[in-house]
């Protein structure tokens, strides 16, 4: 059922940060900014008046010198010169890793190139203010990579930042942080105090506790790389918070916003206040919370995984509305939604295409342009 009520349950606690500055308990109602969306173009993309789509690569086949990885999963853009890189997961394992794709300024492909390589189950990650791209791997003990788009320098193992079921991450430029999801029934949020801001060798790991009364605070985890026997590092503290399935992390103006699929909430935390609320509670037209990314003018995208196969957004005044549907591909999840460095074309993928083969060749990436909101 294609669903065309939007609701957004937040709350009546305003946040501060660019959204939910005056957010208050409320149900909006509309089409959202785009307006409803079309019947699907010839690449099965269901999209509003004036925007289009197309197929950027598909799994197993050629794509700028390099085979497209299976599983396509997170992903994000970087500038370069008069054109761009999309960075994107592949969520399988043994191989996993990272693979680029460098576009001219027109939008054509210019080339294509592993940046990653054998490493397992890479899912989302996050972008630094340094321009590296942080690979997160999704399995138990799981590391985080710190990797170059631009394929100047050898990838990194960062250990510091924890070993867990990792799904991903969101760099706090204001407070010298890194937040951290995790992909468990029984996941945390983290943070992550690297001892010299840009370098992600060394540091402290925090994870997110409740002090009662419905506060919450900082506490150093006492082993973030503990061995296969050992407490797993979400259990090593009993006043830990804990959320059900912790999935995409996005930062904007003060505010960390992550979402959970077991429960299909997206939360905002506060940095600046150390609270914590959720701004959606399912029950709308968004569905399957997983990746997330946000735009300058404050409007956050919320991919789905199942569902009914959408990207949504909601915007700063809490319309939560479809701005792109993919049919037949009921089997798979979209990942990877980030826009490029201008705002103008957003990259996705649909992980599993429609075959619903994980490894196989059934992944597709696209690109959507048309008039996005920037500002």
């Not at 990272?98 to 996050?126: E, H, K, M």
């Not at 509670?281 to 404050?298: E, M, Q, R, Y």
């Not at 919320?302 to 701005?323: F, H, S």
Request: net charge neutral; aromatic share 10%.
């Amino acid at each position: 059922m294609h669903r065309r009520t939007f609701l957004v349950s937040l709350s009546a606690v305003a946040l501060s940060g660019t959204l939910w500055q005056k957010a208050v308990a409320a149900v909006a109602r509309g089409a959202g900014p785009y307006g409803p969306l079309g019947p699907p173009d010839g690449n099965g993309v269901s999209l509003p008046a004036g925007f289009r789509s197309r197929v950027v690569a598909r799994s197993g086949r050629p794509v700028g010198g390099v085979l497209w990885h299976p599983a396509p999963d997170g992903g994000v853009c970087f500038p370069d010169g008069d054109g761009w890189i999309y960075v994107s997961n592949s969520e399988v394992p043994l191989v996993g890793g990272v693979t680029a794709i460098r576009f001219r300024a027109d939008g054509s492909i210019d080339r294509a190139y592993r940046i990653l390589s054998g490493t397992t189950l890479n899912c989302a990650g996050g972008r630094t203010p340094w321009n590296t791209w942080l690979s997160c791997e999704e399995t138990f003990r799981g590391r985080v990579y710190e990797t170059d788009p631009y394929g100047r320098r050898t990838a990194q193992p960062r250990p510091a930042m924890g070993r867990f079921k990792h799904e991903a991450a969101a760099c706090d430029p204001d407070r010298k942080v890194v937040y951290l999801t995790e992909d468990e029934q029984d996941g945390c949020f983290y943070r992550f105090v690297p001892d010299v801001w840009g370098d992600l060798s060394s540091g402290r790991l925090d994870v997110l506790c409740s002090t009662g009364g419905g506060g919450v605070e900082w506490r150093r985890v006492p082993d973030p790389t503990p061995g296969v026997l050992e407490r797993q590092t979400r259990h090593q503290l009993a006043a830990a918070r804990h959320f059900d399935g912790g999935e995409g992390c996005h930062y904007a103006d003060g505010v960390c916003y992550f979402t959970a699929k077991g429960d299909r909430k997206v939360w905002a935390y506060d940095a600046r206040q150390q609270t914590i609320r959720s701004i959606y509670d399912g029950g709308g037209t968004l569905d399957g919370v997983d990746n997330i990314t946000g735009t300058a003018g404050g409007d956050l995208y919320v991919a789905e995984d199942g569902g009914n196969m959408e990207i949504n957004i909601i915007t700063p005044d809490g319309v939560v509305a479809p701005v792109l549907r993919l049919e037949g591909h009921g089997r798979s999840e979209i990942t990877g939604p980030a826009f490029s460095p201008d705002g103008t074309r957003l990259y996705f993928s649909s992980q599993r295409g429609t075959s619903g083969e994980r490894a196989g060749t059934g992944g597709v990436t696209y690109e959507v342009t048309g008039p996005f909101r920037r500002f």
